[in-house]
């Protein structure tokens, strides 16, 4: 079955540095969702990628969606202390149409 | 609009108990789902609903039950809760796109089973 992997686990980032995020699925995936969930929080959805290799930004993250459909990737530059928090990456196979699966989740401490 | 609501916020449970974790939305959105988050495990889909009268088991269904009598309300039943249970639980919804759109998170409920 469908497996969506998330590295690294755990990201630990001085403010003002950069750093990428990965998402990686065992196969093809329709699209791929993005969320943030700060500490105490609900996951709140960040944006989609439907296309094969579309790259979307917000600010400034970068979201990127494999050629294969298969990876994704959000990078953060400039890090601030409000990034802290766990971005999961969600997405679904075309045959499990109802089943949106997540990956277990970056969780990003931020240093001042 | 409340968006998704979901009671009660915490709750303890002795081994054996029942409960119903409610769940509701006014936004109008047929699709609904039920995720459990463990620390290390992301969220994993329980059970999913792409409107009323119609539910699908997810990854982890064993030891739940749901059901949809209305387009709001989506409650998930414990019948007999157990320690590996112990858990935070959201509620989700969306539009009709089910997973294809934004997917909006209730608070959650922080279940703890004795």
């Known amino acids: 079955g469908q497996q969506v992997m998330q590295i690294p686990q755990y990201q630990h980032v001085q403010e003002g540095e950069d750093f990428t995020t990965y998402c990686n699925s065992s196969t093809t995936l329709s699209n791929i969702q993005w969320y943030k969930q700060r500490p105490g929080g609900h996951p709140v959805f960040l944006i989609q990628?439907?296309?094969?290799?579309e790259v979307k930004k917000q600010k400034r993250l970068t979201f990127q969606f494999g050629e294969a459909k298969k990876n994704s990737s959000l990078h953060i530059t400039a890090t601030q202390t409000t990034d802290v928090g766990t971005y999961f990456c969600?997405?679904?196979?075309?045959?499990?149409?109802?089943?949106?699966?997540f990956g277990a989740g970056t969780q990003v401490v931020v240093t001042p | 609009n409340a968006g998704v609501t979901q009671t009660p916020k915490f709750q303890v449970l002795k081994t054996g108990q029942s409960m119903t974790l409610q769940c509701a939305q006014d936004?109008?959105?047929?699709?609904m789902s039920w995720y459990r988050q463990d620390p290390g495990m992301g969220l994993r889909l329980i059970h999913y609903s792409v409107g009323a009268g119609i539910t699908d088991q997810g990854e982890v269904p064993n030891g739940y039950n749901v059901s949809r009598s209305t387009t709001e309300d989506f409650p998930l039943r414990l019948l007999s809760a157990a320690p590996s249970q112990t858990s935070v639980y959201f509620c989700?919804?969306?539009?009709?796109?089910?997973?294809?759109?934004?997917?909006?998170f209730g608070p959650g409920t922080r279940l703890t089973v004795l």
């Open positions: 990628l439907v296309k094969s290799g």
């Open positions: 936004m109008n959105h047929e699709y």
């Open positions: 969600a997405g679904f196979e075309t045959d499990s149409w109802g089943k949106l699966q």
């Open positions: 989700a919804s969306s539009s009709v796109a089910g997973p294809r759109d934004t997917q909006y």
